[in-house]
């Protein structure tokens, strides 16, 4: 009994020690292992993800409501299979052609590792526009560097948006005007004044006078002057007339506010004192006109101060071909 309980814890100790080794030969963790292991080397800034837009797609697939759309970029002409000028034909780099090298923001998934067109974007705004001027060339964009767009340093994206479910906002003709509004403030009171053009109910668009991608004329105008502009729709008031009024041929502005007024007509004084304005009294009888020649005062006068004033009878005021209209009355 003596011998047996020594023996006994021998063999216990022999079979701990022969176990001992098969203990240390366990596999590491994968947490002790990632520890141990060098850091996996990032990307270079100017490396391409192996997998073009499906690596976007992996993060960027859902829908942001109005502010973003990965479907709307495939409907539109930018993702477009089958033309070789867009980013997804044939070639193309797809949403790397505009984005730039996307392999460090697949990476590390930070906003500064590739080209948001956004304002804080690491690619400076001269950048971000070449990367659409590069492919929308063309005569209406000749202008660019001598509009106040690209004086007051505006990125396409602040105007443009393409992706966005419903289209981009600025090319749909109801919609455009209130990309601009939101910048030009005064033109958006003046469209609510009592006369104005019909941009704000959509029946006319801010480019159908403006060059928006930039013009040598004054004001940005579509046409070389601003005349030309407003005969586009007002080609009646072009002429050649046999008697033409000098305001009319020169300047439509002269009476005319291009935005809106408050009085009809778009007429930037009220008559006779915008007729007054050129219109001395010498050959004449144009004189000062008061309140007291409305209806009821004491100095007469009427028919000069109320209903069309002069037009009562000066009715041709854009001008007239009448052999007898030398003073635009017929």
């Not at 990476?107 to 990367?131: C, G, H, M, W, Y």
């Amino acid at each position: 009994m003596k011998i047996a309980k020594p023996l006994l814890c021998a063999l216990l100790m022999l079979s701990g020690l022969a176990g001992w080794p098969l203990a240390s030969a366990q596999p590491v963790s994968a947490s002790a292992q990632a520890a141990s292991a060098p850091a996996r080397a990032q990307p270079s800034a100017d490396q391409y993800s192996n997998k073009g837009a499906d690596t976007c797609l992996g993060c960027h697939g859902d829908d942001d409501g109005a502010k973003y759309s990965a479907a709307a970029l495939f409907a539109s002409k930018h993702g477009h299979q089958g033309d070789k000028r867009s980013p997804f034909g044939a070639g193309g780099l797809q949403c790397e052609s505009c984005h730039g090298p996307g392999a460090l923001h697949a990476s590390n998934k930070r906003a500064s590792a590739i080209n948001t067109f956004k304002p804080d974007s690491k690619v400076s705004l001269e950048a971000r526009n070449q990367v659409c001027l590069g492919c929308h060339q063309g005569d209406k964009r000749i202008g660019w560097h001598a509009g106040a767009h690209e004086r007051n340093q505006l990125a396409c994206t602040d105007c443009h948006k393409i992706h966005q479910a419903q289209g981009d906002p600025v090319l749909a003709k109801a919609k455009e005007a209130q990309v601009c509004l939101s910048c030009h403030t005064d033109q958006r009171a003046d469209f609510h004044k009592a006369s104005s053009h019909p941009v704000r109910q959509g029946l006319m668009s801010c480019s159908g006078c403006h060059a928006p991608h930039g013009s040598t004329a004054k004001a940005m105008l579509a046409k070389p002057t601003l005349n030309q502009t407003c005969y586009s729709c007002h080609a009646d008031k072009r002429g050649p007339l046999l008697w033409e009024h000098a305001p009319v041929a020169e300047d439509c502005s002269s009476c005319h506010a291009p935005h809106g007024s408050v009085r009809a007509a778009l007429l930037t004084s009220t008559p006779p004192l915008l007729c007054q304005q050129c219109h001395s009294s010498a050959g004449h009888p144009s004189v000062a006109r008061t309140s007291n020649g409305l209806p009821g005062g004491s100095a007469g006068g009427t028919a000069f101060v109320v209903l069309g004033s002069c037009t009562n009878c000066h009715s041709q005021v854009h001008g007239s071909n009448h052999p007898s209209g030398a003073k635009l009355m017929r």
